[in-house]
């Protein structure tokens, strides 16, 4: 069965880091590319960018660029999205999705989601 | 790289078909058949319903179906059942990157 398995909710203070893991299992973890998608409160999905974790080349959105730094280990199977000084807007749900088996073009398998909370 | 323009809401009775759109532009919707569709219920992960324009994947009911002409693309709920009232976004492959539609949420009366 194929899981992405996500780290626990966080609450950080502006100006903290943080970074946060989404680890995939029952499938290979080298072949498939992972994205990161934001979802602000009440807000919609935002793609954030993309790494390939068997040679970990990394896309990332034009609006994230900068912002964040996607990583991965291919002896854990993690994912891994981090932010060095986080802000009060940095506030969302953060999820990991795989590419698709059918189709390079989409993700089909979602993990459950990480709340980041950044207040002072 | 601008969101898809989805409408804000939609609606429709039990049994009812509903058609959402998705408009991009000739540099994403219009320039790839790469669109893909998620349905999200509240406080839950988004999941896949419909890929590349107009594919299902297995254990999708029939009930979804996907189109596209020009730039815009819609997901179509046929026979609209309760448990289809959740938010839906499409996707769309950019050349370089992906974006996200604005979002529609489906109210089943």
């Known amino acids: 069965e194929v899981q992405l398995v996500q780290s626990g909710a966080e609450v950080k203070k502006p100006g903290e880091s943080l970074k946060i893991s989404c680890q995939g299992s029952?499938?290979?973890?080298?072949?498939?590319?992972i994205a990161w998608v934001r979802q602000m409160p009440e807000k919609g999905l935002e793609w954030m960018g993309v790494?390939?974790?068997?040679?970990?080349?990394?896309r990332y959105s034009p609006s994230f660029q900068g912002q964040v730094t996607i990583s991965a280990d291919k002896s854990t199977n993690t994912a891994y999205l981090q932010w060095s000084s986080l802000k009060a807007s940095d506030t969302a749900m953060y999820y990991c999705?795989?590419?698709?088996?059918?189709?390079?073009?989409?993700?089909?398998?979602w993990g459950q989601g990480t709340l980041v909370t950044v207040s002072s | 790289q601008s969101a898809l323009t989805q409408p804000h809401s939609v609606s429709g009775s039990p049994g009812q078909s509903v058609t959402i759109s998705c408009t991009g532009t000739?540099?994403?919707?219009?320039?790839?058949?790469?669109v893909s569709w998620y349905q999200q219920h509240p406080d839950k992960a988004p999941k896949l319903m419909i890929y590349?324009?107009?594919k299902r994947p297995s254990g999708v009911p029939d009930r979804f179906s996907g189109s596209k002409s020009g730039n815009t693309a819609s997901l179509t709920i046929s026979g609209l059942q309760a448990e289809d009232e959740a938010d839906y976004y499409c996707?769309?492959?950019?050349?370089?990157?992906?974006?996200f539609g604005t979002g529609t949420k489906v109210t089943v009366l």
């Open positions: 590349d324009v107009s």
């Open positions: 029952g499938y290979s973890f080298t072949g498939y590319w």
């Open positions: 000739s540099s994403d919707v219009g320039n790839y058949n790469y």
């Open positions: 996707c769309s492959y950019t050349g370089s990157s992906y974006v």
């Open positions: 790494i390939y974790p068997g040679d970990s080349d990394i």
């Open positions: 999705a795989k590419r698709g088996v059918n189709s390079r073009y989409t993700v089909d398998y």
